[in-house]
C-alpha cells in the first residue's frame, strides 16, 4: 500500500499545474491546499472560504488516497485525520459538500457514519468518519482552478476569473499596489529620514505606506544562529533571522499592511511568522504583542484563533493563525 502511494504522489506531484500555488495538489477535476493548523469544523470551513476555497470536496475512491497520501506528506505524519467538506445540519438530515457538488461518492470507514455530523478523512488509509464539529484537526480546501469564482474575503466580494486573479497573493498584489499609489496623503508622522524605495537593500521591497523595507526569510533548517535556550522569549530564534538581514521582525498594524506584506510570499510559502508573540500564556486568550513593544491594534486571526498556550503568529493567505514555533517551510517577515 505505502509503495503504491509513493508512486502516486510522484505521479501527482508534478500535477500542480494550473492551481493557484505551487504546492497545492492538482487531484482530478479539483487543486487541494493542506493546512497544517488545527482548526474546528465550522472553522476549518471558514478559513477555506477565507482563501476562496472550499473545504476540500471529494469525488473518487482514487481522489480520496491521493488526498491522503498528500496529506500525509506535506502533514509530515503516518496517522491522524483531517477535515473534508462533507458535513449535515442533523443526524436525520441528508450530507452535504462544502462545494455544492451533489454526494455521488462516499468512502466511509467501518462503522460510519455514526450519530455525528461532520467528516474527516484517516490519513493511514483514506477512509471516512463522522466526528463533533467541535474536534479541532488540520484540513484540506479544494478549489476547481478553471472556475470563475466568487471571492469571500471577509472585507470585499469581488467577482474574479482565474485568468486575471485568482490566487490570493495575486489579488493582494492588486489591492497593495492600489493602496500604496493611494497613500501620498497619509502618514504625516514619517519623516524625510525615511528610506525611499530605491535606498531598500537588494531583495527588500518598499512599503509606500510605512516608508519601510520588507522581506521574508525563509526558516530553513539553518543552524548557524546563536544556541537559543528553551526559556527564551518567543520570537529569540526569528528575531536572530532577521538580524542577519540588517533588520528587525516586521509589525502589522493595518488591512492594508497586512495585504501588502503577505505580496511579499514566495510563491511556494503557506505562513510567514511577523513580530507578534504570545507574552502570558496564563491569560485567557494570551497576552498579545508586538515584538517593538507596540500594541495589537489591527489584527485578522482565524476564528478558533489566537491559542492561548502558543506562542507566535503566523500570516497566511486567508486568516492569522497562532503557533508554537515556526516550521521549516515557513518564512519570517523582517523589515527596517
Ligand atoms: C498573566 O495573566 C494572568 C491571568 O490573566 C495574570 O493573573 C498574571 O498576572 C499575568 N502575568 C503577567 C506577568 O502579566
Ligand atoms: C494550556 O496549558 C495549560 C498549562 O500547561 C493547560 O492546563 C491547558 O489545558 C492548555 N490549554 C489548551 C487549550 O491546550
Ligand atoms: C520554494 O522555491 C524555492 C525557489 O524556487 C526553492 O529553493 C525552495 O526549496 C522551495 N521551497 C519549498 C518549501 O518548496
Redesign the pocket.
Known amino acids: 500500500m505505502l509503495a503504491l502511494w509513493t508512486v502516486l504522489l510522484l505521479f501527482s506531484a508534478v500535477q500542480s499545474q494550473g492551481c493557484w500555488n505551487p504546492r497545492d495538489v492538482h487531484i482530478g477535476n479539483n487543486c487541494y491546499t493542506f493546512v497544517d493548523k488545527i482548526h474546528t469544523y465550522s472553522n476549518a470551513r471558514a478559513y477555506c472560504h477565507s482563501v476562496h476555497a472550499s473545504l476540500a470536496g471529494v469525488q473518487s475512491a482514487i481522489d480520496a488516497n491521493f488526498l491522503a497520501a498528500n496529506a500525509g506528506s506535506q502533514f509530515g505524519v503516518t496517522n491522524g485525520d483531517f477535515w473534508i467538506g462533507l458535513s449535515r445540519a442533523g443526524s436525520e438530515a441528508s450530507f452535504k459538500w462544502d462545494d455544492g457538488t451533489s454526494v455521488t461518492f462516499t468512502n466511509w470507514g467501518p462503522g460510519y457514519p455514526n450519530s455525528q455530523n461532520y467528516v474527516a478523512e484517516s490519513i493511514a488509509n483514506g477512509r471516512w468518519k463522522t466526528l463533533a464539529g467541535a474536534a479541532e484537526l488540520p484540513l484540506v480546501c479544494s478549489y476547481d482552478p478553471k472556475e470563475v469564482i466568487t471571492t469571500g474575503s471577509p472585507m470585499k466580494t469581488t467577482k474574479v476569473t482565474k485568468t486575471s486573479v485568482v490566487p490570493t497573493k495575486q489579488a493582494s498584489t492588486t489591492r497593495g499596489t492600489r493602496l500604496q499609489s493611494g497613500s501620498t496623503n497619509q502618514s504625516p508622522s514619517f519623516t524625510t529620514s525615511q528610506p525611499v524605495s530605491n535606498s531598500c537593500p537588494q531583495g527588500f521591497k518598499f512599503s509606500k505606506l510605512t516608508k519601510k523595507c520588507y522581506i521574508v526569510v525563509m526558516y530553513g533548517d539553518d543552524d548557524s544562529y546563536p544556541d537559543v535556550p528553551t526559556n527564551a522569549p518567543p520570537l529569540t530564534r526569528e528575531q536572530q533571522r532577521c538580524t542577519k538581514v540588517g533588520a528587525t521582525l516586521a509589525t502589522i498594524h493595518s488591512q492594508e499592511e497586512n495585504e501588502f506584506v503577505r505580496t511579499l510570499f514566495p510563491e511556494n510559502v503557506s505562513y510567514c511568522t511577523a513580530g507578534l508573540r504570545n507574552i502570558n500564556?496564563s491569560s485567557s486568550e494570551g497576552d498579545w504583542e508586538w515584538i517593538d513593544g507596540t500594541k495589537m491594534d489591527y489584527s485578522n486571526f482565524s476564528p478558533s484563533f489566537p491559542?492561548?498556550?502558543d506562542s507566535i503568529v503566523q500570516i497566511g493567505h486567508g486568516f492569522w493563525v497562532t503557533y508554537t514555533r515556526t516550521t521549516p517551510l515557513e518564512g519570517v517577515i523582517c523589515m527596517k
Open positions: 500564556s491559542k492561548p498556550n
